[in-house]
Each structure stands twice: as structure tokens, then as C-alpha cells.
């Protein structure tokens, strides 16, 4: 029972930490694998690539991590689905709410009567 409150407590960390250590893999496999075949077949496989491009896709990671650890906090979570920025291919249609009628037009004819009654006010 106490194991399982611990992981709910923890859940978000450890989703941080698992997305923060995907992105990391994700940008050093390329780097790896053809560093992996340079050493081991061709030492000049790729090698422009590799000086222009990946060495530079390195700095990626670091610059990103706060950003994923951002959207792993509850407030910003709230607000990018406020803004329906986590899923932004869902229609906007489905959560449009359209009210009644009735209710409109009674505002507007009670703001007139307000205005009426200031507007009689001012001229008598």
C-alpha cells in the first residue's frame, strides 16, 4: 500500500526523468553508431557529416532538457491544454459550447435598461 502511494507521489519525476533520458539516447544513437562504424570499418565514413552536422546536434540535448522538464509540471500542463497545445490535431469544434438564446438576449435587454435608466437620469 505504501509502495504504491510512493509511486503515485513520484510519477511525474519519473516521467521526467524517462523523457529526459529518451531524448539524450535519441540524439547520441546517431553519433554512436557512426563513430561505432569509423572505429571499426571505414575511417573516413561520413566524415563531413559528422564534423558539420552531428557534432553540433550534440548541444541539443542540453538546451531542450528544461523545456521537457517544464511540461512535465502541472501548470503548464494545464495551460498547453488549455490552449490545446499537447494535442493540437483534436478540432477545437468539439469543445466550442454554443448557450441558449434566451439568456443572451436577457442580458442585452437588461444592460439596456440600465442604460435607460442612466440616460433618463442624466436629463431630467
Not at 17 to 43: E, H, N, Q, T
Not at 44 to 51: A, G, H, I, S
Amino acid at each position: 500500500m505504501k509502495l504504491a502511494n510512493t509511486w503515485r507521489k513520484y510519477r511525474l519525476m519519473y516521467i521526467q526523468l524517462v523523457s529526459i533520458s529518451m531524448l539524450y539516447f535519441i540524439i547520441w544513437i546517431p553519433f554512436v553508431i557512426i563513430s561505432l562504424i569509423r572505429l571499426f570499418y571505414d575511417p573516413l565514413f561520413l566524415q563531413d557529416v559528422t564534423m558539420l552536422i552531428i557534432n553540433y546536434c550534440l548541444y541539443i540535448g542540453p538546451l531542450a532538457s528544461p523545456f521537457i522538464s517544464l511540461v512535465g509540471l502541472p501548470g503548464v500542463r494545464q495551460h498547453l491544454r488549455r490552449n490545446n497545445l499537447i494535442t493540437p490535431w483534436i478540432s477545437r469544434n468539439a469543445q466550442n459550447l454554443i448557450g441558449p438564446a434566451a439568456t443572451f438576449k436577457k442580458r442585452t435587454e437588461q444592460q439596456q435598461m440600465a442604460l435607460r435608466k442612466e440616460y433618463d437620469e442624466h436629463t431630467f
